[in-house]
């Protein structure tokens, strides 16, 4: 005769029954209590902890792609008559038109760089120039589409573009005048004198990134040719695609596309090492947080053990009028087991509303703390960032799962091995 299947209803009331009874009755304990927190705590900790993870990579990654090219085209250079390498770009238009047709490329448009002194009155910031076109700077979201961004855009050619940061430390507003002042200016018979030009401040953006608002400013790619003396050339191509992620497949078509004589630089170039330290930081974080799961669970195990104690006069009459081994275990890997189950789901809870709700409970802690918690000259982006995923939230909820099962299999298998006869005999 069959016996009753696993996981039967009466094996589930038992271990209901043994979960709901009083503490003289032998029930719940507190280790398990304890267990249960721990649990709870442990999965909260380790999703939110892969939230931030998360959340800080896309925010590091977007303030990249969304303010930077997402691969720059430069040519190796060649050496000129006075000794000094020259890596100018001559038939730019031509480039930039043969690096377009590229599939898979968004935009192309040529780049002039040059790295000046902004001055206003008494104050002084060191400044990053990109000359470039209009229309060009209009396709790149982080600057056009900046949401704390103040000016006309449209205005771009007759004056400059700053960053927030750049327009702060020098006290500049949109209508005001700012110096740039190049050591590499007019050549004449005495030297290189100074170049210092003035311009109106048009627009004023915020890419999301301290370095970059406090670094960068943009001025008309006609002016900046005149401005660093780059007449008729480009220093480089910068050029978007349409998945940036995937910019490693792009870089041979590239070079395809401009001959012989070029480089590509792109954005994981620039910041691969970076991205290489988030992902060791990510995987000891986890590690870690997955041991502080292990230890919580093993919590389990000792409120087990002293519930089966409790209940040997109990587990030997089971056995007496019938129950087999595998029934017992059963009953007792239940009771283990809600209690890694509950405590998970609480885990989860805790962890998806911390991740939901990051940006006041960042206010709260900020404020209670006097403020200057979060520095956006040290970390670079202006905020806690975290974003919630569903894989981030499946591998915390296997993680915490799987070692609740597996380490209430021992103190189960000793309940149901425990000899009937033995459990009865002083009773």
């Known amino acids: 005769m069959a016996g009753p299947a696993p996981f039967s209803r009466f094996e589930w009331m038992i271990a209901w029954r043994y979960l709901r009874a009083r503490r003289s009755e032998g029930g719940v304990s507190v280790m398990t209590w304890i267990s249960l927190i721990g649990i709870t705590l442990a999965v909260f900790a380790l999703i939110a902890t892969l939230a931030v993870r998360s959340g800080f990579r896309a925010e590091f990654v977007d303030t990249i792609l969304g303010a930077n090219a997402h691969a720059s085209l430069y040519a190796h250079g060649a050496v000129t008559e006075g000794g000094q390498l020259d890596r100018t770009i001559a038939d730019y238009a031509d480039l930039t038109a043969a690096v377009a047709k590229v599939p898979g490329v968004r935009h192309a448009a040529p780049l002039i760089k040059g790295q000046v002194m902004a001055s206003r009155g008494d104050r002084n910031a060191g400044v990053q120039v990109f000359g470039i076109h209009a229309a060009d700077l209009a396709e790149i979201p982080g600057i056009a589409q900046s949401e704390a961004a103040y000016g006309d855009l449209?205005?771009?050619?007759?004056?400059?573009?700053?960053?927030?940061?750049?327009?702060?430390?020098?006290?500049?507003?949109?209508?005001?005048?700012?110096?740039?002042?190049?050591?590499?200016?007019?050549?004449?018979?005495?030297?290189?004198?100074?170049?210092?030009?003035?311009?109106?401040?048009?627009?004023?953006?915020?890419?999301?990134?301290?370095?970059?608002?406090?670094?960068?400013?943009?001025?008309?790619?006609?002016?900046?040719?005149?401005?660093?003396?780059?007449?008729?050339?480009?220093?480089?191509?910068?050029?978007?695609?349409?998945?940036?992620?995937?910019?490693d497949r792009y870089v041979v078509p590239l070079l395809q596309a401009a001959g012989a004589g070029y480089g590509v630089w792109s954005w994981r170039d620039s910041s691969g090492g970076f991205l290489r330290a988030l992902e060791v930081e990510d995987n000891v974080m986890f590690v870690i947080l997955s041991i502080l799961v292990l230890i919580a669970t093993m919590n389990i195990v000792s409120g087990l053990i002293m519930l089966v104690k409790n209940k040997g006069r109990d587990i030997g009459i089971l056995r007496t009028i019938g129950l087999s081994e595998g029934s017992v275990m059963r009953v007792f890997f239940i009771c283990g087991s809600i209690t890694g189950v509950i405590g998970t789901l609480m885990g989860v809870a805790l962890g998806c509303l911390f991740a939901i709700y990051i940006d006041p409970i960042f206010s709260f802690v900020n404020y209670a703390m006097g403020g200057g918690v979060w520095d956006p000259s040290i970390r670079g982006i202006y905020a806690l960032p975290a974003q919630l995923r569903m894989g981030d939230v499946l591998s915390a909820v296997g993680l915490s799962l799987g070692l609740s099962f597996l380490v209430t299999i021992f103190p189960a298998r000793r309940a149901a091995r425990l000899n009937p006869v033995e459990a009865l005999r002083y009773e």
């Open 154 to 247: 449209a205005r771009f050619d007759e004056g400059i573009a700053l960053g927030t940061g750049v327009a702060r430390s020098l006290g500049l507003q949109v209508g005001d005048k700012v110096k740039l002042i190049s050591p590499n200016g007019v050549k004449t018979a005495f030297g290189t004198s100074p170049r210092v030009n003035a311009y109106e401040v048009v627009y004023v953006f915020s890419a999301g990134r301290y370095d970059i608002d406090n670094t960068r400013a943009y001025l008309p790619f006609a002016e900046a040719q005149s401005y660093f003396n780059r007449d008729g050339v480009a220093d480089e191509i910068e050029v978007m695609v349409e998945d940036p992620e995937e910019i």
